[in-house]
């Protein structure tokens, strides 16, 4: 992106951080100029354990998953919620997931490691990915994870040879592509037949992978999954996936006789990351799910399955924001005023990967309105390295704290080291607590593994 496009709908709109309250977390508060959160000053916290930083809500975070548990069950006994490890992931996150009673989603080796090291149950793990390593699935076997869930013909074969290996038995979910276009971006949209990800119903690989899966040893098939994108505004693609999901169970029990017991329809529930947004709330994501399984099953004459649900972003996203110091300021007359801050593409690179658009404030000012209008610049080698473009902000000046919402999800996962930069820490912050769950890290950690 070498060239910065301008947003000519962009204005200064004298929002105060009182109008941002759909994007803040849930503990936000201002007192006299600054913001706080959990009960702590986030200027201060900027100012002794330096910028950039993450900051996370332990309480929003632990709300959000109460609710969409208590959503889910009290509509529908049989259901789980299995948070989405690739949106944040940490021993102390793994460790909140297991005391709020969730189940895992995780999608690599690393995340695998990270909840062992936790002592998460095993048994409450759902393994992801479209190319699981051979290494990756011994790791999960061997663990005793919960469920596998199966991506491609090759992969149920190794499963099926390394439990038979061993004498046990795997339980497994085969991943199906329900053909559902999810109204999101499209690099966020998983669930077409033009997929990396699980078995097309349209080609007949799905019921192909059903029959194989049926008569392959040392694998039990428990049911199957389906995910069809993420940040999802619009419900009814939900309720589609599971009408298409149903009309496959109902076939496949004709066709071979299996019964589903499992149910597992990925995450995707969209969050506000403007002021402007408005998306769905735990109540209606979970009175849209249950509703579609009772009617959908129940018109098939299908005994109703255990459903897992997957969120991540859902659940930490408004959770956490980034902290940054504000260094220079420079107005180029006429064009644009650029705002550079100790940050950029390498603790978030959403913006740069799919023009994701956020709120921020500057945190020293927070009773102010926000009348200036300005792009924020990283500190790194690339014309593109931004993280808002012309966004409103307070008249900034060298030293402020900018803080930027919306910034837990997918964006410590996704940071890098690129320029040799040390990637920031994580702090949790509760009732006037902070609680570091990762350092930032040192010179001396880029180049822990040189030979």
């Known amino acids: 992106m070498a060239h910065i496009a301008h947003d000519p709908d962009a204005r200064p709109d004298m929002r105060t951080t009182h109008d941002l309250r759909v994007v803040l977390p849930r503990t936000a508060e201002v007192r006299g100029d600054r913001l706080f959160i959990g009960g702590v000053d986030v200027v201060e916290l900027?100012?002794?354990?330096?910028?950039?930083?993450?900051?996370?809500?332990?309480?929003?975070?632990?709300?959000?998953?109460?609710?969409?548990?208590?959503?889910?069950?009290?509509?529908?006994?049989?259901?789980?919620?299995?948070?989405?490890?690739?949106?944040?992931?940490?021993?102390?996150?793994?460790?909140?997931?297991?005391?709020?009673?969730?189940?895992?989603?995780?999608?690599?080796?690393?995340?695998?490691?990270?909840?062992?090291?936790?002592?998460?149950?095993?048994?409450?793990?759902?393994?992801?990915?479209?190319?699981?390593?051979?290494?990756?699935?011994?790791?999960?076997?061997?663990?005793?994870?919960?469920?596998?869930?199966?991506?491609?013909?090759?992969?149920?074969?190794?499963?099926?040879?390394?439990?038979?290996?061993?004498?046990?038995?795997?339980?497994?979910?085969?991943?199906?592509?329900?053909?559902?276009?999810?109204?999101?971006?499209?690099?966020?949209?998983?669930?077409?037949e033009?997929?990396?990800?699980?078995?097309?119903?349209?080609?007949?690989?799905?019921?192909?992978?059903?029959?194989?899966?049926?008569?392959?040893?040392?694998?039990?098939?428990?049911?199957?999954?389906?995910?069809?994108?993420?940040?999802?505004?619009?419900?009814?693609?939900?309720?589609?996936?599971?009408?298409?999901?149903?009309?496959?169970?109902?076939?496949?029990?004709?066709?071979?006789?299996?019964?589903?017991?499992?149910?597992?329809?990925?995450?995707?529930?969209?969050?506000?990351?403007?002021?402007?947004?408005?998306?769905?709330d735990v109540e209606q994501f979970a009175e849209v799910i249950t509703s579609a399984v009772k009617r959908e099953f129940g018109a098939r004459d299908l005994p109703l399955p255990l459903v897992t649900v997957e969120p991540g972003r859902s659940i930490v996203a408004n959770a956490g924001v980034t902290l940054y110091t504000v260094g220079a300021v420079k107005e180029i007359p006429g064009i644009r005023t650029y705002i550079a801050v100790d940050g950029g593409m390498t603790d978030n690179i959403r913006t740069a990967l799919y023009d994701a658009r956020y709120e921020s404030i500057l945190a020293n000012k927070a009773d102010q309105p926000r009348s200036t209008l300005v792009t924020i610049a990283g500190k790194h080698c690339e014309s593109g390295d931004v993280i808002l473009i012309d966004t409103p902000l307070q008249p900034a000046e060298p030293g402020d704290t900018l803080c930027v919402f919306t910034t837990g999800a997918y964006n410590q996962s996704m940071a890098s080291n690129y320029n040799r930069q040390v990637r920031p820490g994580v702090v949790f912050v509760k009732d006037g607590i902070v609680r570091e769950v990762l350092r930032r890290e040192t010179y001396d950690d880029l180049m822990r593994c040189e030979v």
């Open 46 to 192: 900027a100012q002794t354990r330096g910028t950039a930083l993450y900051v996370m809500d332990e309480a929003h975070i632990r709300g959000q998953l109460r609710s969409l548990i208590s959503a889910l069950r009290s509509r529908y006994e049989r259901s789980e919620v299995a948070y989405a490890g690739k949106a944040f992931t940490s021993k102390a996150m793994v460790a909140l997931v297991g005391e709020e009673g969730g189940c895992l989603d995780v999608s690599s080796g690393g995340e695998l490691a990270i909840a062992r090291a936790a002592g998460f149950s095993m048994k409450r793990v759902v393994v992801h990915g479209n190319n699981k390593t051979l290494l990756e699935l011994v790791e999960a076997i061997d663990a005793g994870v919960g469920r596998i869930v199966v991506d491609c013909f090759e992969e149920l074969e190794r499963i099926s040879a390394l439990a038979t290996e061993r004498a046990s038995t795997q339980a497994i979910l085969l991943r199906i592509a329900p053909g559902i276009v999810a109204d999101t971006h499209e690099y966020l949209q998983t669930g077409g």
């Open 194 to 280: 033009d997929s990396k990800f699980g078995f097309g119903i349209a080609s007949g690989a799905a019921l192909d992978a059903i029959r194989r899966a049926l008569d392959a040893p040392g694998v039990v098939l428990k049911g199957l999954h389906c995910h069809i994108g993420s940040q999802i505004f619009a419900l009814d693609s939900f309720a589609k996936a599971i009408e298409v999901m149903a009309d496959l169970i109902a076939s496949v029990r004709t066709e071979t006789g299996f019964i589903t017991e499992d149910l597992d329809l990925g995450g995707g529930l969209g969050i506000a990351y403007q002021a402007a947004d408005k998306p769905s």
